[in-house]
């Protein structure tokens, strides 16, 4: 197999980091494992790509083979009396809502992209705004079947093969490679979502808005002004939304018809989206943001509430196509911390006065409430995250290097965690230090059973496990 | 975590990979031990490269390894024994490389060898042996390097010709030759991958300060740099991703005088 031609310059999802690796598309599970018993002859790394939506490196090995998972994309089976749906792993979320939402279903847990394949969704375990009430993706999966680098295929399910359950789900790719999903999908009585917009003051508003609100309501986010200090720091907005009950709609057929639901590709009608990222390019500094994380708190001023589509809902990152390529040359990457909800606040406080102080401000700050779960490498705490944009510029790399490190031990002292779908700086040490070494021992001792030549490898393993 | 499960058998430890905020560069020095490979590899690394130094000279390429990996306070420089003119090792090494550097960025050719034959010596031998390492060795690794730029649409190629490839001289025709070779190579290299994102630069030593001038029949130093100096000159080249580069830069109008004189008063010419 000469795999030359395949040597492509591949990258993350926010276009600050790139390593070349050899890009092999297969098509069965039989694939993967010949391409796995290539790898062994040639020592070569494997490490599976869905659709490279990872923040970091965790969709990269550079000088490895990267398996191209999106041509293993068919949705096997639906069955909309049940709302169960079974789909290959590199089917997308944008697949799989618009496969189910026509028949009144939706997907349980989403992310803020519908891009997003189900292999990289379950990797990563990731949650969607509803994280405190309906936890991550993993626990609405009935069952998955992966091929192991033995050329094993199993099938795992919350009863069966219960340990690799637990654990390939949020293994990060390290364990196998899912080929196939089956998930339960969640009823719904309208096409439309009801939100509640309501404007907050400072961080400690914050946080009480997202603790007390998340109860009463089925998704809850926030959008935290990171740009402003002092008093009023962490000031934003929180958007708290329900679903429709039955009744509520009056014509739900109407409202869940996917012409409805589709984002439109042109503003005003006429302006294609898909250009839109360039023209915002002479706003992404330090000022220009400032002026529209400023005109985005005084437009919040006013508590309403308004009902619109899931889609236009959930997925605002695919609102602007190619958004992050605004940033420029340097790209984007993203801070993301987990944090007790007893501890956050005064956490919080700290990293964002310093990030100020330093004139290192996040562009983007958002806020979620999080309930805990079982998955052996686990992101979430009984608490709140935050996630915060950073441009990075050939300048500012190594003080922004300097800071993120600082915000790791402040965020480690106040007992929270990360995540590995986003941050791309936290070091071994790190990740040793919030997993404890009980889980890692774990881990580890599933690696050895599942892969004990080691073939799976992305970069962010050999960060992080070393 | 030294006791996780790898893919091969790695003697040497891991360097870690690239980061948003610390994007090592990955390159490839192949001739790394000598004069002026081993400053450019030092010089490299003091800017964040992490190296493969490839070298038939094992003993050398370890101790600068050691220094390298030393100074950096990390691991930086992984090193493999290789003889460029094991033409069929090549592609095996250079997939090892990429793989252990975790991608490839920059690959730099410096192997190169010199013979002084005197004024009325034909020695076929050293000839051969010139236009094997100082061109063939590099036509073998391009020949596996270039197609994966390609593939990537992006990456550097350093090649280090000489001043001597000019133009054919009275005093070394065969080095002159395999230099000349090599120029050429690197030419229609650039015409060739330039359209897919990748830069070719030519490097063209005068006289450098290492051990090829303490050879028998060496001629003296003329405007003669310390390799030091020569890697620093190649280092902003590379910067400036150019393509062709006289060091020092005066070499750049003295080959432009001696390019320009008309054979018939060349070949009466006793340099």
């Known amino acids: 197999m000469d795999i030359t031609k395949n040597f492509t310059q591949l990258e993350n999802f926010g276009h600050s980091l790139s390593a070349p690796a050899y890009l092999i598309q297969p098509k069965t599970a039989e694939e993967i494992y010949e391409i796995f018993q290539f790898a062994k002859k040639k020592g070569l790394t494997v490490t599976a790509r869905g659709a490279g939506r990872s923040y970091n490196d965790a969709a990269l090995t ?32 944008e697949q799989l809502w618009q496969q189910v939402e026509p028949d009144g279903w939706w997907p349980p847990v989403v992310s803020g992209t519908m891009k997003t394949t189900l292999g990289g969704c379950l990797s990563a375990n990731i949650h969607g705004k509803n994280n405190f009430k309906m936890g991550t993706i993993g626990e609405h999966v009935v069952e998955f079947t992966a091929v192991l680098p033995t050329g094993a295929e199993v099938t795992c399910s919350p009863k069966k093969n219960a340990d690799l359950f637990y654990s390939m ?11 196939s ?26 946080l009480t808005a997202l603790q007390d609100g998340a109860p009463n309501t089925d998704y809850i986010v926030g959008w935290l002004d990171t740009m402003n200090g002092g008093a009023s720091l962490g000031r934003g907005q929180i958007h708290a939304a329900h679903y429709l009950h ?63 589509s899931h889609a236009a809902f959930h997925f605002l990152l695919d609102y602007v196509p190619n958004w992050e390529l605004s940033v420029g040359r340097g790209g984007l990457i993203q801070y993301q911390s987990f944090l007790p909800k007893e501890t956050a606040e005064d956490a919080w406080r700290e990293m964002l006065n310093i990030s100020l102080k330093r004139r290192m401000p996040s562009y983007l700050g958002v806020t979620k409430r999080h309930r805990p779960d079982k998955f052996l490498l686990t992101h979430a705490v009984d608490g709140f995250s935050l996630a915060m944009d950073f441009k990075v510029t050939d300048k500012n790399r190594a003080n922004l290097s300097r800071m993120l490190h600082e915000f790791d031990r402040i965020v480690l002292q106040a007992g929270g965690r990360f995540y590995f779908a986003k941050n791309s700086e936290t070091t071994a040490a790190t990740a040793q230090a919030f997993y404890g070494d009980e889980t890692i021992a774990k881990f580890k001792k599933l690696k050895k059973r599942c892969d004990p030549n080691g073939l799976l490898e992305s970069d962010l393993y050999r960060r992080i496990f070393g | 975590m030294s006791d996780s499960p790898k893919a091969f058998d790695q003697t040497q430890p891991r360097p870690a990979p690239a980061t948003p905020l610390n994007p090592r560069r990955r390159g490839v020095v192949v001739g790394a031990s000598g004069g002026i490979g081993a400053a450019l590899s030092r010089k490299l690394a003091r800017e964040g490269f992490t190296l493969a130094l490839v070298d038939r000279n094992k003993n050398a390429l370890q101790s600068l390894c050691d220094e390298i990996n030393k100074s950096a306070g990390e691991t930086r420089a992984l090193i493999y024994e290789h003889d460029v003119t094991k033409y069929d090792s ?14 490839l960025d920059t690959f730099v050719y410096i192997a190169g060898v010199i013979y002084f034959p005197a004024m009325d010596e034909f020695n076929f031998a050293e000839d051969h042996k010139m236009v094997e390492v100082n061109l063939l060795g590099a036509m073998a690794w391009m020949s596996v390097v270039a197609p994966l730029f390609q593939s990537a649409k992006g990456g550097q190629i350093v090649g280090v010709s000489s001043v001597a490839g000019d133009r054919g001289r009275i005093g070394n025709p065969g080095y002159n030759a395999s230099k000349a070779g090599l120029t050429n190579y690197l030419e229609g290299l650039r015409n060739r991958l330039t359209r897919h994102g990748v830069n070719v630069l030519t490097v063209k030593p005068g006289m450098v300060k290492t051990d090829m001038l303490k050879l028998p029949g060496a001629p003296k130093p003329m405007l003669a740099l310390e390799p030091q100096q020569v890697a620093d000159l190649i280092w902003d080249g590379m910067k400036q991703r150019k393509q062709t580069i006289y060091v020092a830069g005066i070499w750049k109008w003295v080959m432009l005088v001696i390019r320009h004189i008309p054979s018939a008063i060349f070949r009466r010419l006793s340099f």
Do not use: C
Not at chain 1, 169 to 179: A, D, Q, V, W
Not at chain 1, 181 to 206: C, F, W
């Open chain 1, 246 to 308: 039955e009744g509520d709609d009056p014509d739900p057929a109407g409202t869940m018809k996917l012409e409805n639901q589709i984002l439109p590709p042109y503003i005003f009608g006429v302006f294609p989206k898909s250009i839109l990222y360039m023209f915002m390019r002479p706003f992404v500094n330090n000022v220009g943001w400032w002026a529209v994380n400023m005109a985005k708190y005084v437009a919040s001023q006013r508590k309403h509430t308004f009902r619109q």
């Open chain 1, 181 to 206: 999903v089956t998930m339960q999908m969640k009823r719904i009585y309208s096409g439309l979502i009801s939100v509640d917009a309501l404007p907050i003051g400072n961080l400690h508003e914050h």
């Open chain 2, 90 to 103: 090549v592609a095996d090494t250079a997939q090892r490389v990429i793989a252990d550097l975790g991608g």
């Open chain 1, 62 to 93: 550079g000088g490895g083979i990267v398996l191209d998972m999106r041509g293993m994309n068919a949705i096997t089976s639906w069955d909309k009396s049940t709302g169960l749906i079974t789909a290959q792993s590199g089917a997308t979320l």
């Open chain 1, 169 to 179: 789900i949020s293994g990060f790719g390290m364990l196998g490679i899912f080929t």
